[in-house]
């Protein structure tokens, strides 16, 4: 699959039929992120990859939030990848201070990079994948003990698609793109 296909053709996927994804696998889809840009470099993004079905469950049960399906998603698929990132360093100066008005804010913007990547490499290997940012950051961290200058910021189920839905509706181009000739 080339990008431009890879780009067009994922989806997000919330239901996933219960093969296993391969530790090769995912290892393979792990190489492809560590090439994801970042602020200076600065490679912020960390992922804990959960397949026991005891730690996903109490993710499930504990730390997801209503109104939302990602109590199912999660309880129904194969693996779950909390991306988490490391505080203090995108968007900051070596000193430590604020490098642009944007504050911290390049942190987050690192790692919605680096997951889209993880999405799309995943695509790649036939799987589907949905980021979920409605859950419980905190309560995350602490079920799988995050090392203390790391941040939860999503959880992303990963498994092979039960089926593949439509495209939900899309801008088009002229829409959101602006020349200025
Ligand atoms: C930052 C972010 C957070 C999201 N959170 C959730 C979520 O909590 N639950 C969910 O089912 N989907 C979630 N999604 C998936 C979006 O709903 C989905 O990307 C969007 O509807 C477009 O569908 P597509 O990815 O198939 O193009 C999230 C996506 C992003 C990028």
Redesign the pocket.
């Known amino acids: 699959m080339n990008t431009i296909e890879a780009l067009r053709t ?3 996927i ?1 239901k996933f039929d219960s093969k296993e994804v391969s530790r090769q696998v995912l290892d393979s889809i792990f190489e492809a992120v560590r090439f994801a840009p970042s602020w200076k470099n600065s490679r912020t993004f960390r992922f804990t990859v959960i397949t026991d079905a005891k730690v996903k469950g109490r993710i499930a049960e504990e730390a997801t939030r209503t109104p ?3 109590k199912n ?1 999660i309880n129904n698929a194969p693996c779950v990848i909390i991306q988490s990132a490391v505080n203090g360093k995108a968007g900051y100066t070596a000193d430590g201070e604020f490098d642009t008005v944007k504050g911290d804010g390049y942190t987050m913007y690192d790692a ?1 990079i680096a ?1 889209d990547e993880l999405c799309l490499a995943a695509h790649e290997y036939g799987l589907g994948s ?6 419980d950051y905190d309560k995350i961290a602490q079920i799988i003990s995050l090392p203390e200058d790391e941040t939860v910021v ?1 959880a992303i189920a990963v498994g092979y698609p039960e089926s593949i ?1 439509n ?2 509706s ?1 801008y088009e181009v002229a829409e959101y793109v602006r020349y200025i000739d």
Do not use: E, Q
């Open positions: 994922r989806r997000t919330r939302s399906n990602n998603i919605g997951a949905v980021i979920m940012g409605l859950v999503t839905p495209p939900p899309k």
